[in-house]
């Protein structure tokens, strides 16, 4: 009997050196390394691709001023068929004569009292889109031949077509790079790489049309402006592709 109780005694004892040990005693250093099995390794590679764009938009219109609306929006309304009968005449579609804005703006005497309307002011605007870069030259010809005189500039953008395919060329690159990446580090690191489980895509920046100026007066272009050397030039698509990979 005694035996047993000292026993149990020395077993309770032992848990209570344990207690103010673990409480108040020095710590004891130990490290855990975990790891989930099956976790993909994710690598990257950014693409590229330049792309000469090929269409392009002119942004002109038409303004007229008079002392009478009705006759004024008769000038301008004459001239804007004028100008589309032009465009029509270089083969390019209703689709792509798009009219952006019609204004009127009366004009008053503040002279006067009270101030008293004298005129009015009437603009219409359109959006041409060429989608044959070598007619450009001839639709600012045509478009103030037909009485515009408001010609804003000439902007460059890249057809869906055009565009698809350079974003598949940028994403080819991507994926091309993003391989690379992983055969270097699994070679590295003496891993063995699965199959893809997972991709993703960001594309890093748009392709930004831009603008070449030009300025038209009433009655038409000079031969400098009506004669322009248009360069396009480039544009470029960045894009990262993302792959995840399983590791065995």
């Known amino acids: 009997m005694n035996e047993k109780f000292h026993w149990g005694g020395g077993v309770i004892i032992f848990f209570i050196l344990l207690f103010i040990f673990a409480k108040w ?11 989930s099995k099956g976790e993909p390794m994710v690598v990257s590679g950014e693409g590229k691709a330049a792309a ?5 938009k002119i942004s002109a219109g038409i303004e007229d001023s008079g002392t009478s609306l009705i006759q004024v929006q008769d000038s301008v309304n004459k001239k804007s ?17 798009k009219t952006t804005s019609y204004n009127i703006y009366p004009q008053s005497d503040y002279q006067a009292n009270p101030p ?13 889109t060429i989608r044959k870069i070598d007619k450009v030259n001839e639709a600012l010809t045509a478009l103030t031949g037909a009485g515009a005189n ?12 055009a565009r698809a395919k350079a974003m598949g060329e940028a994403r080819k690159d991507a994926v091309r790079k993003a391989k690379e990446s992983a055969e270097s580090l699994a070679k590295a690191s ?7 489980i997972n991709i993703s895509e960001n594309q890093k920046s748009g ?16 031969k400098a402006i009506a004669e322009p050397n248009i360069q396009p030039g ?9 792959l995840s990979y399983e590791i065995r």
Do not use: C, M, W
């Not at 003496?190 to 893809?196: P, S, Y």
């Open 116 to 128: 008293k309307i004298t005129g009015y002011r009437v603009s219409i605007d359109y959006q041409v």
């Open 234 to 242: 480039e544009t470029e698509i960045n894009l990262t592709v993302s």
């Open 81 to 97: 068929q004028s100008l589309v009968s032009a465009l029509k005449k270089l083969d390019i579609d209703d689709k792509d004569i």
């Open 52 to 56: 000469i764009p090929d269409i392009a």
């Open 190 to 196: 003496g891993i063995t790489l699965g199959k893809i």
């Open 207 to 222: 392709i930004r049309p831009f603008t070449l100026p030009v300025s038209g007066g009433g009655g038409g272009l000079d």
């Open 150 to 161: 408001l010609v804003g500039g000439v902007s460059f953008d890249l057809s869906d077509d």
């Open 25 to 35: 005693g020095p710590a004891i250093p130990f490290s855990v390394l975990s790891q």
